[in-house]
């Protein structure tokens, strides 16, 4: 949607909305935090003003001027509703009206279990849903102090300069880590002839291109990882990065074959002639069309002239051409269980809310799914109810426990069974527990959704 198309939902918005009266909500951020949040609450009937700062200024990582931009990978992760945490939390999300999940859906392409999605189409979508909707109002103008009255805040890890002094000086220092992301190379530079296509075990049609390597090749690799010229040094300390984005070099230093038993594994991955490779990189496509590939686990701090001198030692990726290199920024979050209540509003005021990676969530789908936590308990409060206990049962009210319990040392997490509460009952058999932890966690949503629709019947429309 062009700034045309936006303007003209905005006065659209203005004929229809007379914000002197009723309820509204100010939610700052447009991204996948920010969005699900605007989007929950217009569907309650709630009118939203959505801050964005885009296209005016961009953060280091963004670059694109649609909402929900996806900076890192184009995979959300697993689909497994019954064998994987965020499987579950994903149809946790479907049931409550999640915009995130239903762009994924619209916009997914082929990736074995994964829900990965055609990047451009995904936040294209997201747009075009907030921007045609009555009950938002799209502003394009950078924040800097917080809001009076009902906010949401979804700034994101890479929050301006501007408010993210606004948030030290209130809060004090903010904790970090540093994040990064994987290269993405064209289709058509790939040799093909030195690589196969398959699923590991067999679960999926086909979604990802491997490229395997032999021993020697493997430890070349390795060798010419740990000894590249890095692009970020000053500052950089490994116990400042998050483990599940960790840079490729930073676990190749950890031992010779880590990469092998990690984002290299072979097993399950069997080529033409059904033998094992030694090692396999994978690539999974980027887009619908498949004309780019993202290298799968391979997020990486390494100078650009580095990653395509590395990256190429890998046999079928000798001439790749690189549609994008990989990028590493500083990442920002709170200290939320100083700071934020169980239903991620702000302790010295329940009508601020905070959402989004910042708030110690680590994940897009996590991200997305703190928002319209904090948009459903917002809405709560706006209609006279108590915001939602979290419940652990369920990965939506674990992850808002694991945000608000105390701490020493708290750390962002991505959903897990971990974080759910026990079973009433010992079971020994893994795929029965997840599939019992599953079914616990749907039908508690199921009775969350049916509350929600007899407060605000027009979630039912």
Not at 115 to 130: P, Q
Not at 335 to 351: Q, T
């Amino acid at each position: 949607m062009n700034r045309e198309e936006r303007n003209k939902a905005a006065q659209n918005f203005d004929n229809k909305v007379d914000f002197k009266s009723g309820s509204k909500v100010n939610v700052i951020g447009a991204g996948l935090a920010g969005c699900d949040a605007a989007h929950f609450l217009a569907s309650c009937g709630i009118r939203v003003k959505l801050f964005e700062m885009k296209p005016k200024k961009f953060s280091p990582a963004h670059s694109d001027k649609n909402f929900g931009e996806l900076v890192c990978s184009n995979s959300l992760k697993s689909n497994d509703v019954y064998g994987n945490a965020c499987g579950l939390l994903k149809e946790e999300m479907r049931k409550l009206g999640s915009l995130v999940i239903e762009a994924a859906d619209h916009t997914s392409v082929p990736a074995g279990g994964a829900l990965a999605v055609d990047r451009l189409a995904f936040s294209e979508y997201i747009t075009r849903k907030i921007c045609s909707d009555p009950m938002i109002e799209v502003i394009e103008e950078e924040v800097k102090e917080i809001p009076g009255g009902y906010s949401i805040i979804a700034t994101g890890p890479l929050t301006s300069d501007a408010f993210s002094k606004t948030l030290v000086s209130k809060f004090g220092e903010n904790l970090y880590f540093y994040d990064a992301a994987a290269p993405i190379v064209s289709a058509q530079s790939v040799d093909f002839s030195k690589a196969f296509v398959a699923d590991r075990y067999g679960k999926g049609n086909g979604d990802y291109l491997n490229c395997p390597l032999t021993k020697e090749e493997y430890e070349a690799f390795v060798d010419a990882l740990v000894t590249a010229e890095r692009g970020l040094v000053h500052e950089f300390d490994k116990r400042e990065v998050f483990e599940g984005c960790m840079p490729v070099e930073v676990m190749a230093a950890r031992g010779k074959d880590t990469l092998r038993f990690g984002m290299l594994k072979p097993v399950g991955l069997y080529d033409a002639e059904g033998k094992r490779p030694y090692a396999v990189l994978q690539l999974r496509k980027e887009n619908v069309e498949g004309s780019a590939y993202n290298l799968v686990g391979c997020q990486t701090n390494l100078k650009f002239s580095e990653q395509k001198r590395v990256f190429s030692l890998i046999p079928a990726l000798k001439n790749a051409e690189f549609v994008r290199y990989g990028v590493m920024h500083r990442n920002t979050f709170l200290n939320s269980p100083h700071i934020l209540k169980s239903d991620f509003s702000l302790k010295e005021d329940g009508k601020v809310f905070f959402a989004g990676q910042m708030t110690g969530v680590e994940g897009y789908v996590e991200s997305a799914a703190s928002g319209l936590y904090a948009a459903i308990c917002c809405a709560l409060k706006l209609a006279g109810k108590d915001s939602l206990s979290p419940d652990p049962r369920t990965v939506c009210g674990a992850l808002a426990r694991h945000v608000s319990c105390p701490s020493e040392n708290f750390q962002p997490m991505n959903a897990n069974y971990a974080l759910l509460s026990p079973l009433d009952e010992q079971i020994r058999d893994k795929a029965l527990k997840k599939k019992m932890y599953a079914e616990r966690s749907l039908e508690i949503t199921d009775g969350i959704a049916k509350m929600l629709k007899g407060i605000y019947p027009s979630l039912c429309e």
